[in-house]
């Protein structure tokens, strides 16, 4: 049995200096009974330069927090013959962020596009602890400075005009540096991409269909080289939800499936098969 206990105080405050100008900053200091105490500052801004064009901003400092499978996993594939265990004594990524990003946006669609890059110190990665001539036995530790930075594009529209039908899109490019070896991070799949459908449907129902691909994975190095030599498969699922509004004001309840057709890739850590579940919202009348 394992347990973790975090507490994440925060402040922000939004005003707007200037017409069509809106400045966001705010602070978070995070404390945790494993890790520490952390404090992440972050200041974002929004301008709108025409009627439907926005842009947007930010740059703050930040941390990721390993989590609960990163400390404490162990997962043994005995299939491929490999096996994934956690570390209790990882400490947080620290990260330098900065976004820009452009949205046009009107009543029935939008386009938005962004451009990243985060520095990374302490980053968490899987590296190989077992003996060269035993099963391969995988653990997440922190490694030196590196960087991320990339692309995203999102757009979604209405495909009929009443709204009962609307799709989505959404890609990402991605490049990575471990700054110590040169090399690409391990675990950061460079391209992903989402199509999704959402649909008004008789008897009052509302379904959501999305298309989710993870791309190719770097997984191992090879010891000598450090080039990469094991990758992780892409994966391509399907997502359903069906969702309705009971009578009851304010209820609302759904049937969901993530990855609808039970595909099991390669390489793959943790389960990875068909994961059905059912929700049930209350929303309170002043927050609708």
Do not use: C
């Not at 520490?36 to 025409?50: I, L, N, W």
């Not at 452009?102 to 968490?124: C, K, M, P, S």
């Not at 994966?235 to 004001?249: E, H, I, K, Q």
């Amino acid at each position: 049995r394992r347990s973790h206990t975090s507490l994440e105080p925060f402040a922000q405050l939004e005003f707007s200096p200037l017409r069509g100008f809106t400045l966001l900053p705010g602070v978070r200091m995070t404390h945790s009974d494993v890790w520490g105490t952390h404090v992440t500052p972050r200041v974002a801004a929004r301008a709108q330069v025409a009627p439907r064009v926005t842009l947007r901003a930010s740059y703050g400092d930040g941390f990721r927090a390993p989590d609960f499978k990163e400390l404490f996993l162990f997962f043994q594939n005995t299939n491929a013959g490999y096996a994934v265990q956690g570390n209790p004594l990882l400490q947080p990524e620290h990260s330098r962020n900065a976004m820009l990003g452009i949205e046009w946006a009107t009543a029935g669609g939008y386009v938005r596009g962004q451009l990243f890059q985060n520095t990374f110190a302490d980053f968490i990665e899987t590296q190989i602890v077992s003996a060269p001539n035993e099963a391969p036995v995988y653990e997440y530790q922190n490694r030196d400075r590196g960087w991320t930075r990339g692309a995203e594009f999102e757009t979604g529209a209405n495909l009929v005009a009443s709204g009962r039908l609307r799709g989505e899109l959404g890609a990402s490019l991605l490049r990575t540096r471990d700054e110590r070896s040169g090399l690409e991070l391990l675990g950061w799949p460079s391209r992903s991409a989402r199509i999704g459908v959402q649909a008004v449907l008789p008897l009052a129902l509302r379904s959501s269909v999305t298309l989710v691909h993870t791309g190719r994975t770097p997984m191992q190095r090879d010891d000598s080289t450090g080039a990469v030599q094991s990758w992780r498969d892409a994966f391509t699922r399907v997502d359903l939800r069906v969702a309705r509004t009971l009578p009851v004001s304010g209820l609302e309840f759904a049937l969901g499936a993530d990855n609808l057709f039970d595909r099991r890739p390669r390489e793959w850590a943790g389960f990875t098969g068909r994961h059905v579940y059912t929700t049930l919202t209350y929303t309170l009348p002043g927050l609708r």
